[in-house]
């Protein structure tokens, strides 16, 4: 081998390596520059969020959700992501710029903040910058117009929060160029976009809720109200809100928000549901709910405490809050201490609180401060206050001996004289204007200094007065001085407490939402689910918990889901026999199991779902005026794309939009498309007024798929309605008897059973016989002359046999 031959290798493997060991730190550099941007928009005690990591290019996103005032889901966020870089406006919410400010004074973490204007967050700018940005995973052959359509299946566009957090994140990157190439000014890429949840939360959209009537806003009843009050209508949250106090239903719409799989936070709220559904516990129950109504909003009250100057009903409400918490304390104490909640209220209600509440009800002088509009402080709290209101008491008969000596030193002319005390002036001596008493040269009185005219009374400073001035002084003022020094005292007291009374809003707001659950469940007889973190779900004799509150008799159904008894289960049946109210009533039982409520079911055991999807139409979705089959286009996609192996899919009638062969086509593909998926296949339930995929063999032969109808009776031509489910399939749409029981004229379904048939067998379907247009003139010129021949003068004429006999029988073949 060749010198040249050895010296070409040996550069060629230092080559190598050298490329090696850059590829390596290339890769090493890309890892350590990855970062997490976090975007967040709170408005009105909801949030929304977006994040975009750098590493794999990805944009997250999580549905606008309630939070409570000091953030905890927030918090919950950035434990989980620890995100490089936190963006929001620099028009916040009160309780959004504290959080930044804690999370600034934290020295173990400090992620950079980012603060835009406000117009950075805009909805349609947002929308903007969302359709501008290098989205690599959209198909090549879609459209600037289509882009929308397309998006609105990826991302739920109506969480407004979301979207302008979306905004301002892709502002931040664009303005740092994450993500760009040198030479590359396309936009920021995103190689897809995620949904994303906190960890053992729930995924539910906005469809869901709407669909479920989990929530709904009516307007208020009150005319005072019609335009802007809006009240709770018929719905879930309706149903299980027996809260008693203000707080409590805040929490309990929080819970509706953010249903959770974590079982220990399950369980920790079925024991308390457990303990009060109990009939042995009504007495207890009943005392705790007495107790709560009186338990006001703490950090409302500490709030104005640390603002201002409380008034007598901040006061008031503190102290009957206090009050209140000690007895619910003392009422917990006697309950078992097993249960978690009940030994959390017995150590954290602690003897503060009654240190709290005996020093108010020692100072405060709740009667006094009514009646005078103020804080009046207690006798024997001050011996300097005592002493000074004793004067005050004391005053009048003084000031009357005073006058009478006054009068005597007046001139004759007056018949009467009085000494007054004014805050602010003190004392002064009035005597009554004299006629002669004309300009304010005429008020002048020798050894007295004018000060005032008030309705015919003129008020002079004497030497009496001045020198009582000088021995007593301004004693209202200096009263109310040292009044205010107590309270000061008092409140600095009570905010030093702010910690013990702030575990005590939080305690009694998660006892006021379980004692609430526990009351519904006792009221209309739900049962305890078992939780499982398994992939089945079982419902036995399951109900609607809305419909069966509107309707005398129910009728119960069993529904059971898992891979070796049919995960996917396609429901037939006629319109209005029950299928739309199956779907709904497993969607709402599981939900209930998820906040920890009780279910309306005979036994129940759930699986811990991660996420709750619906196709339903709703109201408000087909109001907007939208294509209601793009609509179910957008939410079918969302359920394609995001559910998973342990998610709930609720489809009611997908396909029924559009052109049939079409609709049946999506139907059919999606069905096979989950079937296909194998273990990862959803909980799928599925309603259908198409039979033809199932009678045609185009859905694939699947252990996981059953199939399902309700059942009905013919009773001679009538149609009844059994509302109860059972396997097979349902061979008929019965649309003749639907549209008889709807009051369709019997001729129109008769003609339409005739051309149905004609359609199904193939044969020629003909048009009616109808009469050519001079054949019906002809028989209309009839009809005039015989109601013409009448002639009511006539004493043989019988007028109304003659109408029915001649004049009605010739209209009726008229028309």
């Known amino acids: 081998m060749s010198t040249l031959t050895q010296i070409n290798m040996a550069e060629s493997n230092i080559l190598q390596e050298a490329?090696?060991?850059?590829?390596?730190?290339?890769?090493?550099?890309?890892?350590?520059?990855?970062?997490?941007?976090?975007?967040?928009?709170?408005?009105?005690?909801?949030?929304?969020?977006?994040?975009?990591?750098?590493?794999?290019?990805?944009?997250?996103?999580?549905?606008?959700?309630?939070?409570?005032?000091?953030l905890h889901m927030l918090d919950r966020v950035i434990q989980e992501l620890s995100p490089n870089v936190i963006i929001t406006s620099a028009k916040q919410e009160p309780g959004l710029a504290k959080f930044i400010e804690t999370l600034e004074s934290n020295r173990d973490y400090k992620p950079e903040i980012v603060v835009f204007p406000n117009a950075n967050f805009g909805l349609e700018i947002s929308k903007q910058r969302l359709l501008s940005a290098h989205l690599q995973f959209l198909p090549p052959t879609v459209t600037e117009s289509e882009k929308i359509p397309y998006l609105s299946s990826c991302i739920p566009l109506d969480s407004v929060l979301m979207v302008r957090s979306i905004g301002g994140l892709l502002k931040c990157l664009e303005r740092r160029r994450v993500g760009f190439d040198m030479e590359d000014s396309i936009g920021v890429p995103i190689f897809q976009f995620l949904t994303y949840t906190l960890k053992d939360v729930v995924y539910i959209d906005r469809d869901t809720y709407s669909a479920l009537q989990i929530f709904k806003s009516e307007l208020h009843p009150s005319v005072f109200k019609l335009q802007s009050g809006e009240k709770e209508g018929l719905s879930l949250y309706g149903v299980l809100?027996?809260?008693?106090?203000?707080?409590?239903?805040?929490?309990?719409?929080?819970?509706?928000?953010?249903?959770?799989?974590?079982?220990?936070?399950?369980?920790?709220?079925q024991e308390v549901i457990r303990f009060f559904t109990s009939p042995r516990n009504l007495a207890d129950l009943g005392t705790l709910q007495s107790c709560l109504r009186n338990i006001k909003n703490i950090s409302t009250l500490l709030h104005k405490m640390s603002r201002s100057t409380p008034n007598v009903a901040v006061w008031q409400s503190l102290y009957m809050t206090v009050y209140s918490a000690l007895c619910i304390r003392d009422t917990i104490r006697s309950m078992p201490q097993s249960i978690k909640l009940f030994s959390e209220i017995s150590e954290n209600f602690t003897d503060d609180l009654f240190y709290i509440g005996t020093y108010i009800s020692k100072v405060v002088d709740f009667e006094g401060s009514v009646a005078e509009n103020r804080f009046t402080v207690r006798p024997n709290v001050d011996p300097v206050i005592d002493e000074k209101k004793r004067r005050m008491m004391g005053l009048p008969d003084f000031l009357t001996d005073v006058a009478r000596t006054e009068l005597e030193n007046l001139d004759p002319s007056f018949s009467t004289c009085s000494v007054i005390y004014m805050p602010l002036i003190g004392f002064l001596l009035t005597v009554p204007r004299l006629p002669?008493?004309?300009?304010?040269?005429?008020?002048?009185?020798?050894?007295l200094d004018f000060i005032f005219l008030s309705k015919d009374q003129l008020h002079y400073r004497s030497t009496r007065t001045k020198e009582l001035d000088s021995m007593l002084g301004d004693l209202h003022c200096d009263i109310l001085d040292m009044e205010m020094e107590v309270m000061r005292t008092l409140q600095a007291s009570v905010l030093q407490q702010s910690d013990c009374l702030h575990k005590v809003m939080s305690l009694c707001a998660?006892?006021?939402?379980?004692?609430?659950?526990?009351?519904?469940?006792?009221?209309?007889?739900?049962?305890?689910?078992?939780?499982?973190?398994?992939?089945?779900?079982?419902?036995?004799?399951?109900?609607?918990?809305?419909?069966?509150?509107?309707?005398?008799?129910?009728?119960?159904?069993?529904?059971i889901s898992s891979e070796t008894e049919g995960k996917v289960k396609v429901i037939t049946g006629p319109n209005s026999s029950g299928k739309s109210i199956y779907l709904k009533q497993v969607g709402l039982i599981v939900f209930m199991a998820l906040i920890g409520s009780d279910v309306p079911a005979k036994e129940a055991e759930i699986g811990l779902v991660d996420g709750i999807f619906t196709r339903m139409h709703s109201r408000e979705s087909v109001s907007v005026g939208l294509s209601t089959f793009m609509i179910d286009l957008n939410q079918m996609a969302h359920s394609l794309n995001h559910s998973t192996g342990n998610s709930l899919v609720l489809v009611d009638e997908f396909g029924k939009g559009t052109n049939t062969v079409d609709g049946l086509s999506l139907l059919t593909a999606c069905l096979n498309y989950w079937l296909h998926r194998g273990p990862q296949c959803p909980h799928l339930l599925m309603s259908t007024c198409f039979h033809s995929p199932i009678q045609l063999g185009l859905i694939s032969d699947s252990p996981l798929l059953a199939l399902l109808t309700l059942e009905t009776s013919i009773e001679g031509e009538e149609l009844v309605f059994l509302y109860q489910v059972k396997n097979g399939i349902c061979q008929s749409s019965c649309a003749a008897n639907i549209a008889t029981l709807a009051g369709v004229p019997t001729d129109l379904v008769k003609r339409g059973v005739e051309v149905s048939e004609l359609y199904r067998t193939g044969r020629a379907i003909r048009k009616l016989d109808r009469p050519t247009a001079d054949e019906q003139n002809s028989r209309c010129a009839e009809v005039v002359e015989k109601f013409l021949n009448i002639d009511p003068d006539d004493p043989e004429m019988d007028l109304d046999s003659y109408l029915k006999d001649e004049v009605f029988p010739a209209l009726d073949e008229v028309l």
């Open 19 to 70: 490329e090696s060991r850059l590829s390596i730190n290339e890769a090493e550099e890309d890892e350590g520059n990855s970062e997490v941007f976090l975007s967040v928009f709170v408005q009105q005690a909801k949030i929304g969020l977006s994040y975009y990591d750098s590493c794999d290019h990805t944009l997250h996103f999580m549905l606008d959700t309630m939070d409570n005032s000091d």
């Open 241 to 269: 809100n027996c809260c008693r106090s203000k707080f409590g239903s805040l929490l309990l719409r929080q819970w509706f928000h953010r249903p959770t799989r974590d079982l220990n936070i399950l369980k920790r709220r």
């Open 436 to 447: 002669s008493m004309l300009d304010k040269q005429s008020f002048e009185i020798e050894g």
């Open 510 to 559: 998660e006892l006021d939402c379980l004692i609430a659950l526990a009351q519904a469940s006792r009221d209309h007889g739900y049962c305890s689910p078992t939780l499982a973190p398994n992939h089945r779900l079982a419902l036995i004799e399951s109900r609607h918990p809305l419909l069966e509150l509107c309707t005398p008799v129910f009728v119960s159904n069993t529904y």
